[in-house]
């Protein structure tokens, strides 16, 4: 998608006047100039991969997180998977998780292998002639606090992002050099994995990709592009059939779950930048972090000049793809999670870098462009230390109540019910049905319970509130379990004790 070779007078005009490095020129790099933008990549890269290892990979599993490694995870029963979930991400983590439901293996591994995912996804844009710009925009992703945090979590977004930026610079690639065979599969490959992890996600990223080869009559670039998607949407559309009664019935699920409809979110992904996780069922997301928002603010406008200044259609494609991910979500999704928007931080630090460097090549902008990433980067570091240890000391309170759950009679095969009973399930092996507030059972016990009463399984609903959260519990026994914490946690037995 990149332009073709200009002259060496178009050369010097463009870089007289744009302030824009040979590098930029497609064609393949020097060694020199390889090892120059391969080393400071891969330096990157592995920081990534430290920083998470010794700050994230100790945090205690998610709900969702819980529930993909629990389709695979040796000696745990599966949780229930909802209609807007896809399978990419349990495939992701199947090669640890079935050998051990370990969540430290699984934090390592994920740390180990988002390090190299970064480093992959940016190595095209390095073919392309990025110079400095595959590095920094690598880093510049990479220091985002919410990259650091959902690294190596078995969650699907990072991985759609590090895709997204692999695939449309292997698109860019496959555009610029007519037998660029290797980089039409890449894009199949890119895509294909993207759209297994999210489809709605990995269809919005290509949009753009797509348009371009339908005006351009590019059959190539569409081909592969929709080949990929074809994979993923495949997948999900043979289990919208075999589980959920078809695509549409399927797709409305999903739409319900998820509040999809013509919406305008954007007022709460900014009071999310700094967390919550989830701006949804009466989590409040708080005020406008004003330093979060800086830097949101400033993405467009560093994109934009990188864009205008640079004039490359690479550029322009990061660009696109990037803001068609963003706007689907800020307009047809009714609530906000900072974790959506992570494919689309990642295409536009690309144009971000490539505006950061033209500043730096004037004297009148360099100092004001350095402190910028400097503040940048200070204000991820603070974010990713003060969220990462508030989650870790609320999700370090799973494996304790499932300690004390052992000590007052719970034996497999069991099942728990109620408040991040799907988190504690997993940790004690057992099945689950986990609610936010809302337990149910106005008239009668939920039918999830008297199925797992009639199997003869340990039965336990666990809360928080000494009273009984539903009326059905009225009956039940109360059991205090004595965790460590600013919490009391309970948990309801059947009045006549377990089968």
């Known amino acids: 998608m990149d332009e073709a070779e200009p002259s060496p007078a178009a050369h010097r005009t463009a870089d007289v006047a744009h302030g824009v490095a040979s590098t930029w020129r497609p064609g393949r790099p020097r060694s020199w100039i390889a090892v120059r933008s391969y080393v400071p990549l891969g330096l990157v890269a592995a920081c990534y991969t430290a920083v998470q290892l010794a700050l994230t990979a100790r945090i205690g599993l998610g709900w969702d997180e819980s529930v993909y490694i629990s389709q695979v995870a040796r000696g745990v029963p599966a949780a229930e998977f909802t209609a807007p979930r896809a399978r990419g991400v349990q495939l992701l983590v199947a090669p640890v998780a079935l050998v051990t439901p370990s969540v430290t293996a699984v934090r390592v591994y994920l740390s180990l292998l988002s390090g190299i995912a970064l480093f992959l996804a940016y190595l095209p844009w390095i073919r392309l002639r990025a110079g400095a710009v595959a590095p920094l925009a690598a880093a510049l992703f990479g220091g985002l606090w919410l990259s650091l945090f959902y690294a190596n979590e078995a969650m699907p977004n990072m991985w759609v992002a590090y895709c997204g930026v692999a695939g449309v610079g292997l698109a860019c690639l496959a555009e610029a050099r007519p037998r660029a065979r290797l980089a039409t599969a890449g894009i199949v490959v890119a895509f294909a994995i993207a759209s297994l992890m999210r489809p709605s996600d990995a269809t919005w990223l290509a949009f753009p990709l797509v348009g371009y080869g339908v005006v351009r009559r590019s059959p190539r670039l569409l ?110 999704v009714g609530y906000a999670a900072p974790r959506f928007l992570l494919p689309a931080y990642a295409l536009l630090a690309l144009p971000v870098s490539a505006g950061i460097i033209w500043l730096c090549r004037r004297r009148g902008t360099a100092v004001l462009a350095v402190a910028g990433v400097a503040c940048y980067f200070a204000v991820q570091a603070k974010s990713v230390y003060v969220y990462g240890e508030q989650v870790y000391a609320a999700r370090a309170t799973a494996p304790a109540v499932a300690a004390q759950l052992k000590q007052v009679g719970m034996r497999p095969p069991c099942f728990l019910y109620g408040h991040d009973a799907v988190q504690i399930g997993y940790l004690a092996k057992c099945a689950s049905h986990g609610v936010f507030r809302h337990y149910g059972g106005t008239s009668s016990v939920p039918s999830s319970i008297r199925a797992a009463i009639a199997r003869s399984d340990w039965v336990g609903v666990i809360t928080t509130s000494r009273r009984p959260p539903a009326p059905f519990l009225a009956a039940w026994t109360s059991i205090d379990l004595r965790v460590v914490g600013e919490k009391t946690w309970y948990v309801f037995v059947p009045p006549r004790g377990n089968p």
């Open 223 to 332: 081909f592969a592009t929709v080949a990929g998607l074809a994979i993923g949407w495949a997948e999900w559309m043979i289990e919208a059939v075999l589980r959920f009664g078809g695509p549409l019935a399927r797709l409305h699920a999903a739409g319900a779950e998820n509040a999809t409809g013509l919406h305008f979110s954007l007022p709460d992904h900014l009071r999310a930048l700094n967390g919550p996780l989830l701006c949804r069922f009466g989590v409040e997301c708080g005020g406008l972090p004003l330093t979060q928002v800086a830097w949101f603010a400033a993405v467009p406008v560093v994109a934009g000049l990188g864009v205008w200044m640079v004039r490359r259609r690479a550029l322009v494609a990061a660009l696109a793809c990037g803001l068609s991910l963003a706007l689907s979500y800020v307009f047809t």
